[in-house]
């Protein structure tokens, strides 16, 4: 008996290695990328999905790729110390992406129809900016060789880095020593906008393209861009952002359904693509119109950008740039796009890393007041209904840039409305609404980001917007861009369409979760009621 016990464990123990070789094996296996089906996928909430082929893409291998910088060193001289927290200095865990090394392989993320498709063979090429304040050296170096190693280096006319004064100057200055690239030193701190505007003046290539400096781009993410632009100077196009862990440093496929939106109180925010549009898309590799751009990764050609008027050079450090942007290439007789056959990964962070000299809600507040002033005409009093803190703050001259705006014809904000984001509801026409009710008790924000249960006043109460809910609602907000909750009704229960799962009470005052759907239990059941 002893004996079948011990040759049962044997083989059990054999079997077991062989399996987890085989499965090892497995995963290390080169793919082709037309093998990449997209069925069973595994859904996260929020924007991502993560496939479960694990398509790679290989480097390029690329012997002198780097020159004479010495990689080793660079990195070994900015370590993290024993005992400290990883995720101090940069509101990322460091020694995750110190642990990562310099280059990666990271999965090919696009639909697999991509890696068919063809580019122009003499596509112009590009001058790439970069622009940082106090950047985690593994960060910045993986974002420069991911777009040396996967670009085709014909396309790469430089990459010029901004150094937004940093505190060590060398982080830059010893990575011009890898060829093309080209590194620039504020003088003072000037914030992204200003920085990204000196960048594109010393830019020698006729197209610009911009980038965080913690991103990854992924396999032939330049051509489709590029090709875009070249057809069209007036398009100014983006890749799919896909997301890399601010904890494990995992690169996550994002949705392919997404585009940019915001609401009145100019606060970005990713949304699914209207189901017009989406039935109308038959081909999935097709451009994405989008109201608005996150506003980090972009291309766009550069006569067009100094033609339109560069930036708002007025806004400082950080934010409300992407809006003005945007509503100055859609008014002023450009587009905006997503491509989704690029794909670029950015590390998304849930608090700035970085001071803000002014105050963080000062310098939004500022920069979003010139975008409203400038280029919202009437539509700003929503602006201002939703941020009434921003009235009476400070915002500077825009004489500028609203001669700016005459000298280039734009179209008034009305238009935009009617044609780029007819989505966008006016506040009046959601004066008749309803909040949601259970039992005695209707669904209330608490604070920015999470919900509960409260009596019920009408005031701060959740309002279904055209059947979707489109506020950052739970636990899953990792940031103001990851807020994308959409939910839909199933029976008296709330859906939320990415993940499948309903809203439930539990208990009566206590938090809401997310869980498997029982529309017919009380603590899912929610009921519309008017308010006027
Ligand atoms: O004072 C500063 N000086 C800088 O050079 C502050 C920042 N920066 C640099 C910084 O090092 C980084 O490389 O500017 C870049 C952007 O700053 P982040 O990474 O702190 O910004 P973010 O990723 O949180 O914010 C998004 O919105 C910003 C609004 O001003 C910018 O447009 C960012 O480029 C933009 N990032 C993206 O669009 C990437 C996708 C994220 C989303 C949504
Ligand atoms: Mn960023």
């Known amino acids: 008996m002893r004996r079948i016990r011990a040759n049962a464990i044997a083989i059990l123990t054999v079997a077991w290695i062989l399996g987890t070789f085989y499965y090892l094996w497995q995963d290390n296996k080169p793919q082709t990328s037309s093998s990449g089906g997209h069925g069973g996928q595994k859904v996260v909430p929020g924007r991502l999905e993560i496939h479960r082929d694990d398509r790679t893409i290989p480097l390029i291998q ?45 999965r090919d993320t696009r639909h697999y129809r991509c890696a068919s498709l063809n580019y122009d063979t003499d596509l112009p090429s590009t001058s790439i900016i970069i622009t940082f304040h106090n950047e985690a050296r593994s960060t910045l170096l993986r974002t420069i060789k991911s777009v040396l190693m996967r670009s085709p280096p014909s396309l790469i006319q430089e990459i010029i880095l901004i150094d937004d004064f940093s505190s060590d100057s060398e982080d830059c200055q010893l990575l011009s020593q890898i060829p093309k690239v080209r590194c620039l030193r504020n003088g003072r701190r000037e914030g992204l906008i200003r ?27 330049l051509q489709p861009m590029i090709q875009r632009v070249k057809e ?19 690169y996550l496929a994002a949705s392919a359904d997404l585009r940019g939106g915001f609401d009145w109180s100019l606060h970005f925010k990713w949304e699914q693509i209207p189901i017009e549009q989406k039935m109308a898309r038959s081909d999935p590799t097709q451009a994405i119109r989008t109201p608005v751009i996150a506003g980090g990764i972009f291309v766009m050609d550069k006569s067009w950008f100094n033609h339109l008027g560069q930036y708002d050079t007025h806004m400082d450090i950080w934010g409300g740039e992407n809006f003005e942007l945007s509503f100055r290439v859609w008014m002023c007789g450009g587009s905006l796009e997503i491509l989704p056959c690029s794909r670029v990964g950015h590390v998304f962070r849930k608090r700035h ?89 209707c669904l209330e924000t608490r604070g920015t980001d999470t919900l509960g249960l409260a009596e019920c006043r009408g005031i701060g109460a959740i309002r279904p917007q055209s059947q979707t809910y489109s506020c950052c609602f739970l636990f899953v907000c990792f940031s103001l861009s990851l807020c994308v909750q959409k939910w839909k009704p199933k029976g008296p229960a709330l859906q939320h369409m990415v993940s499948g799962l309903c809203l439930d009470s539990q208990t009566p005052m206590g938090p809401l979760v997310i869980t498997q759907c029982r529309p017919q239990m009380a603590s899912q059941s929610w009921e519309p009621q008017i308010i006027t």
């Open 353 to 441: 890393p970085y001071d803000f000299p002014e105050g963080n809600a000062l310098t939004y507040i500022k920069n979003t007041r010139r975008a409203a002033e400038v280029w919202m005409d009437e539509y700003k009093q929503y602006y201002y209904s939703a941020r009434p803190s921003a009235q009476g703050k400070a915002f500077g001259s825009i004489a500028d840039r609203l001669t700016l705006r005459r000298k280039l014809n734009c179209k008034p904000f009305r238009w935009y409305m009617e044609n780029v984001y007819p989505e966008l509801r006016v506040p009046e026409q959601e004066a008749v609404s309803s909040v949601l009710r259970q039992g005695g008790l």
């Open 62 to 106: 690329q012997g002198q790729l780097l020159g004479g910088f010495d990689e080793k060193a660079y990195l070994a001289a900015k370590q993290l110390k024993p005992g400290d927290d990883p995720y101090r200095e940069h509101a990322f865990n460091l020694q995750e992406s110190d642990r990562l090394g310099s280059e990666r392989a990271i």
């Open 232 to 250: 069209d100077h007036t398009r100014v196009v983006s890749p799919i952002i896909d997301v890399i862990s601010l904890d494990n440093f995992a």
């Open 195 to 221: 920085s990204r505007v000196r960048g594109a003046s010393t830019a020698s290539a006729s197209i610009l393209t911009f980038l965080d400096s913690h991103c990854e781009v992924n396999a032939d993410w």
